[in-house]
C-alpha cells in the first residue's frame, strides 16, 4: 500500500473512501465532522440517523459507512476516535481499532484509495505524536490485496510536521 501525505481540508480529496472522525452519535459535530457533513450534505446525515436507528450509537474504536453525498468520494467512513483521558494503553488500542475497523470496511467495498484525517487529535486531544504513530503502523501492518493507496491528511501544522517526520518526508 502507498502512503500520502497532504496538508489541507479532507472535503475536497479524491478518494474513494474518505473516514470521518466522528462521536457515538453519528449526527455531526464540529471539527473534520462538521465540515464534512457541512460540504457533503443532507444524504450523509439521513443515512447515520438510519444507522442510528437501526444499530444505535457507535461505539468508541467501532466504524460505519455511508455514502458521501456531494464530496467527491464514494463514501465516508465514520469511526469514533476515543476521548484523551492520559490512559495511554486503553487509548491507544481504542485508536488502533479506529483504524483498523476503518480499514476492513474500506476493504470490503473494493476502495482502492483511502484518506485519514488526524482522528482524535483535536477536540478529543488525543497527543498528536502518538496518535501520529499509531496511524502509520495500523496502516503500514494492515495487508490488503485490495486497497492501493493511503492518504493522511493533515489540516493543521503540528501535525503535518509529526507526519513528515515519521514518514521520513523532506
Ligand atoms: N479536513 C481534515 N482534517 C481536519 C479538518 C478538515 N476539514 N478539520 C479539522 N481537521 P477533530 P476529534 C483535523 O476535532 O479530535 C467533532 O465534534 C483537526 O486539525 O475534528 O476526533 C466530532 O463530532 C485534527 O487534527 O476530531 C466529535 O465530537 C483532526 O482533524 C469530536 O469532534 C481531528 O480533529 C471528535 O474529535
Redesign the pocket.
Given at each position: 500500500m502507498k502512503i500520502e501525505l497532504i496538508k489541507?481540508?479532507?472535503?475536497k480529496i479524491q478518494a474513494d473512501a474518505i473516514v470521518n472522525?466522528?462521536?457515538s452519535s453519528l449526527l455531526?459535530?464540529?471539527?473534520?465532522?462538521?465540515?464534512i457533513h457541512r460540504a457533503g450534505g443532507k444524504q450523509i446525515l439521513d443515512e447515520c440517523i438510519e444507522i442510528r436507528n437501526r444499530q444505535g450509537k457507535c461505539k468508541t474504536g467501532e466504524a460505519v459507512v455511508t455514502t458521501a453525498g456531494n464530496l467527491p468520494a464514494k463514501y465516508v467512513i465514520h469511526t469514533v476516535?476515543p476521548v484523551w483521558n492520559g490512559d495511554e494503553e486503553k487509548c491507544s488500542d481504542l485508536l488502533v481499532n479506529c483504524y483498523q475497523n476503518s480499514l476492513k470496511i474500506a476493504e470490503s467495498l473494493n476502495v482502492k484509495t483511502i484518506a485519514f484525517?488526524?482522528?482524535?487529535?483535536?477536540?478529543?486531544?488525543?497527543p498528536k505524536e502518538l496518535a501520529g504513530k499509531i496511524a502509520i503502523d495500523e496502516v503500514r501492518n494492515f495487508k490488503s490485496e485490495v486497497i492501493e493507496k493511503v492518504i493522511f491528511?493533515?489540516?493543521?501544522d503540528e501535525?503535518e510536521e509529526i507526519y513528515k517526520k515519521l514518514l521520513e518526508i523532506h
Amino acid at each position: 500500500m502507498k502512503i500520502e501525505l497532504i496538508k489541507g481540508d479532507i472535503t475536497k480529496i479524491q478518494a474513494d473512501a474518505i473516514v470521518n472522525a466522528a462521536n457515538s452519535s453519528l449526527l455531526g459535530g464540529g471539527g473534520v465532522d462538521g465540515a464534512i457533513h457541512r460540504a457533503g450534505g443532507k444524504q450523509i446525515l439521513d443515512e447515520c440517523i438510519e444507522i442510528r436507528n437501526r444499530q444505535g450509537k457507535c461505539k468508541t474504536g467501532e466504524a460505519v459507512v455511508t455514502t458521501a453525498g456531494n464530496l467527491p468520494a464514494k463514501y465516508v467512513i465514520h469511526t469514533v476516535g476515543p476521548v484523551w483521558n492520559g490512559d495511554e494503553e486503553k487509548c491507544s488500542d481504542l485508536l488502533v481499532n479506529c483504524y483498523q475497523n476503518s480499514l476492513k470496511i474500506a476493504e470490503s467495498l473494493n476502495v482502492k484509495t483511502i484518506a485519514f484525517p488526524n482522528i482524535s487529535t483535536g477536540i478529543y486531544r488525543f497527543p498528536k505524536e502518538l496518535a501520529g504513530k499509531i496511524a502509520i503502523d495500523e496502516v503500514r501492518n494492515f495487508k490488503s490485496e485490495v486497497i492501493e493507496k493511503v492518504i493522511f491528511v493533515c489540516f493543521d501544522d503540528e501535525n503535518e510536521e509529526i507526519y513528515k517526520k515519521l514518514l521520513e518526508i523532506h
